[in-house]
């Protein structure tokens, strides 16, 4: 079966720092792209970053550039999004998912995902 799983998510003050984890069971992850997104309630999901199968490209949206990275260890088959200086609008349920591994695909955020995770909690809050 194949599966995506989020961690690391939590709650944590304005200016915090956390490390969301995506880790694949069933298939590799370094035969896709991967990308991370996120739902605030009320609001529609949007592309947060995507990475290349091998880590040599990514995208980012506006909003988090300067403050979050992505990565990944396909040793480890996870990828990682370090989110530092985090903001009360960065609260959301975080998902990573699996697209083509193609730069068409990390030029468009990964948008064409098929399969995605259940997601994880991202709390901002003093």
């Known amino acids: 079966q194949l599966q995506l799983v989020e961690s690391g998510g939590g709650l944590v003050q304005p200016g915090g720092s956390l490390r969301l984890s995506c880790a694949a069971s069933?298939?590799?992850?370094?035969?896709?792209?991967i990308g991370w997104f996120r739902q605030a309630p009320g609001k529609e999901r949007e592309g947060v970053s995507c990475i290349g199968s091998s880590g040599g490209s990514t995208n980012y949206a506006d909003s988090v550039k300067g403050r979050f990275t992505i990565s990944r260890d396909n040793a480890k088959n996870t990828v990682y999004l370090q989110m530092n200086n985090l903001k009360p609008e960065d609260t959301a349920v975080y998902y990573c998912?699996?697209?083509?591994?193609?730069?068409?695909?990390?030029?468009?955020?990964?948008?064409?995902?098929?399969?995605w995770g259940q997601g994880t909690q991202v709390t901002v809050s003093s």
């Open positions: 069933g298939f590799t992850l370094d035969a896709y792209a």
């Open positions: 998912a699996a697209d083509r591994p193609t730069t068409e695909a990390v030029q468009a955020m990964c948008v064409m995902s098929t399969y």
